[in-house]
Nanobody, 118 residues
Framework: QVQPVESGGGSVQPGGSLRLSCAAS????????MGWYRQAPGKQHERELV?????????NYADSVKGRFTISRDNAKSTVYLQMNDLKPEDTAVYYC??????????RGQGTQVTVSS
């Protein structure tokens, strides 16, 4: 299995927006859920679930991003997106794509850096 490929990270000022994309290298038919985790600076052993969407479209979000972030997916492209609005400095982190397969295994991407700073 090939790692999911993330894109869309970068630097932005507080209040700005970014859109992350993650393309899985497998068919959506074998994917149970896709999501995003993040690891903030100085928290090397803590990965926070940011948002997750199942194959039935159910979503869940971290309390800290509700109302600001939106997760969506394109089944035809086996791709998940994370639209991030009203970004705050505390959103600064490396964001990792997570792909949960029906078989029970998980694929993770290499991460994309998001920096929010004035």
């Amino acid at each position: 299995q090939v790692q999911p490929v993330e894109s869309g990270g970068g630097s932005v000022q507080p209040g700005g927006s970014l859109r992350l994309s993650c393309a899985a290298s497998v068919s959506m038919f074998i994917i149970y859920a896709m999501g995003w985790y993040r690891q903030a600076p100085g928290k090397q052993h803590e990965r926070e679930l940011v948002a997750r969407i199942t194959n039935s479209g159910d979503t869940n979000y971290a309390d800290s991003v509700k109302g600001r972030f939106t997760i969506s997916r394109d089944n035809a492209k086996s791709t998940v997106y994370l639209q991030m609005n009203d970004l705050k400095p505390e959103d600064t982190a490396v964001y990792y794509c997570n792909v949960e397969l029906r078989a029970g295994t998980t694929m993770r991407g290499q991460g994309t850096q998001v920096t929010v700073s004035s």
